[in-house]
């Protein structure tokens, strides 16, 4: 066999890259849900407001997020109106609308303006991740 015998100095620098970079991704990862999850609450909140100022106006109050975790690699956020407080339960309603009302869309128009930088940080945390030469 000719050429270059094989190098595991490589191998060894790659593998010092991921020991140092995986739980680096995990948190990264676990801080922009967060952020993208407290953005969508914010923004679909002042839709909230403006959509529908005087016939519901303690729903706008009613939208959180909550994070779950599902092992180390799974992050998980889920947000909305909470039903249990006041005016929470026209949640379905006024996203979604009904026979008798038009959708508002106002979490609907907040993710899908968060997506472009979400996917751009989620982008960064990869290309951090691959870059180690």
């Known amino acids: 066999m000719t050429g270059n015998p094989f190098d595991m100095r490589d191998v060894r620098r790659l593998q010092r890259h991921l020991a140092r970079g995986i739980p680096r991704a995990r948190r990264d990862t676990r801080a922009v849900v967060a952020r993208g999850a407290m953005n969508i ?21 009613t ?14 956020a889920i947000i909305g109106p909470d039903k249990s407080k006041p005016q929470g339960a026209l949640g379905n309603i006024l996203e979604y609308g009904s026979v008798k009302n038009p959708p508002h869309n106002d979490g609907g128009r907040a993710l899908i303006n968060e997506v472009p930088q979400f996917e751009a940080q989620m982008a960064l945390i990869l290309q951090r991740g691959l870059t180690w030469w």
Do not use: C, I
């Open 41 to 61: 609450k914010k923004e679909w909140r002042a839709n909230a407001r403006a959509s529908a100022p005087k016939h519901a106006p303690y729903y706008p109050q």
């Open 63 to 76: 939208v959180g997020y909550d994070m779950f975790t599902f092992g180390p690699d799974q992050v998980l």
